[in-house]
């Protein structure tokens, strides 16, 4: 897959940084950083909300545990998507969608235009509303260009755990599991979740998704 491009918003940089995985994941997907593309506004945002925690102004345990200094390099490493590089038209008509944002939309319609020089472009995403509202989408080049391509955050943390154990990878995340609800009840005992139990939750929420996402999803599971 080392030819891949990889389209990644906000929430996977976020988790998979904050979790210690980035790197991790890349490798499996045999990628570079100059593979990966991600918002261009995402340094920024991720700036602002920097500064609010460290005045105080963002108090959720979720934010707190958040890795912002690894979250800020990979946003000033990782290659830029700008308006440029999107499909307008598509754009335009997803930014119109309910639980579609403008962000999402930007990464989508830049994957749409990549897939048509490079065939193997993939999206890593964190939101689940997103994978569901691109499912009911009623553009065919949605369902023609991404069928297969979108990977959701528990898959990615499902491949590291089958590529590295178990328990390495429950080690790391715990400690930050507050991070992502669905990854939290993945690991809802902490430091002594099972692996029986923990995977079992992390392949029915992969299940449950895929029955919302149409072709959209990966097969991987």
């Known amino acids: 897959m080392s030819s891949c491009i990889y389209c990644i918003d906000n929430d996977i940089v976020k988790k998979l940084a904050t979790f210690q995985l980035f790197d991790n994941t890349l490798k499996l997907f045999d990628a ?10 995402a ?19 979720e934010d707190r545990v958040i890795n912002y200094k690894q979250v800020l390099y990979l946003t ?10 999107i499909d307008q038209e598509i754009f335009i008509q997803l930014s119109s969608i309910e639980n579609i944002d403008q962000g999402e939309a930007i990464i989508t319609s830049h994957a749409i235009k990549l897939i048509q020089k490079n065939k193997s472009t993939q999206i890593f995403t964190g939101d689940k509303r997103f994978i569901k509202a691109l499912a009911k989408v009623n553009l065919p080049i949605i369902q023609q260009s991404l069928s297969n391509r979108l990977w959701c955050l528990e898959q990615l943390v499902l491949k590291n755990i089958q590529a590295y154990g178990f328990e390495t ?12 609800t ?29 029955e919302e996402a149409g072709n959209l999803l990966n097969t991987y599971n």
């Open 32 to 41: 570079s950083y100059e593979q990966v593309n991600i918002l261009e506004t």
């Open 43 to 61: 340094k920024y945002k991720f700036e602002k909300d920097w500064k609010n925690l460290e005045a105080g102004k963002r108090q959720k345990t």
């Open 76 to 85: 000033r490493t990782l290659e830029n998507i700008s308006e440029a590089d």
């Open 169 to 180: 990878i429950r080690d790391l995340i715990v400690p930050v599991r507050e991070c992502d």
């Open 182 to 210: 669905q990854i939290k009840a993945v690991f809802g005992s902490g430091l002594q979740s099972a692996s029986d139990n923990s995977l079992a939750t992390l392949k029915d929420s992969i299940q449950k998704l895929r």
